[in-house]
């Protein structure tokens, strides 16, 4: 069955608009996994608008389950954030997350041009892979670089949903989705794993859940927005149940 790893970066960014310290990232990722996560995501940035580098350190501390982190490989030290690569290296998750995000992006909004950027990311895959971290690279679906992921050392792949998100439900649903469909396909026939995620909701989680060999999605925004009307561990357990549904 497909994992889900809950992003609490939306947490986190309640918890910085205040100094109580509430909500408590460790305390909702105990929830989120008390009612069936597979494990924990965040995105760490150097302008630490949410996860702070030492929510990353007490979730490392914390966990028996995967710890994904994911960010930019090439932002560097910042203030009292240490660089990506050096926070990765320090706590040692289960997976990194390589994503081409830029400080002043809302959010993640691209995947990774490797005809560009391939050859930079290279020796930080291997270095990653060295210390026992599983890689996964962000890729848009229509991307011709998957393969190029595979030949670059990486384990998997994360195909960037928003466009699937964006036309599920209207008539261009079926042929988007079929663009997944066949990035998952060229993936897995290179050996690369294939996790998924960005904007998938309780709507359209099933249908994407459905793809062959779909290892991992990592939902946060639209989670913990369910959360504030459902409850974190109801909207936890009601995600959990698409997935089961949707492979039997």
Avoid at 100 to 113: R, V
Avoid at 127 to 133: E, M, S, T, V
């Amino acid at each position: 069955m497909t994992a889900l790893s809950v992003n609490l970066n939306k947490v986190a960014l309640m918890r910085n608009s205040r100094l109580s310290g509430i909500p408590s990232v460790t305390e909702a990722a105990r929830v989120a996994l008390a009612h069936g996560a597979d494990g924990i995501t965040v995105h760490p940035r150097p302008d630490l608008r949410h996860i702070r580098p030492d929510d990353v350190r007490e979730l490392a501390a914390m966990l028996e389950v995967e710890f994904n982190i994911e960010g930019n490989p090439f932002e560097g030290a910042v203030g009292d954030y240490p660089g990506f690569l050096a926070l990765v290296t320090e706590v040692k998750p289960q997976q990194c997350t390589l994503v081409p995000d830029a400080q002043d992006q809302l959010t993640s909004d691209h995947g990774w041009d490797l005809a560009v950027d391939g050859e930079h990311l290279r020796p930080i895959i291997a270095q990653l892979k060295q210390q026992g971290i599983r890689v996964s690279l962000f890729m848009d679906a229509d991307s011709p670089d998957i393969e190029r992921a595979a030949a670059l050392g990486a384990d998997r792949i994360e195909l960037y949903t928003e466009s699937y998100a964006d036309d599920y439900g209207t008539t261009a649903q079926a042929s988007t989705f079929q663009r997944f469909v066949d990035a998952a396909a060229r993936a897995r026939a290179v050996g690369l794993g294939v996790n998924a995620g960005h904007d998938l909701n309780l709507d359209n989680l099933g249908l994407m859940a459905t793809i062959d060999g779909l290892e991992e999605v990592s939902i946060g925004h639209a989670l913990i927005a369910d959360a504030l009307m459902m409850g974190l561990g109801p909207a936890v357990a009601a995600y959990k149940q698409i997935l089961r549904q949707a492979q039997g």
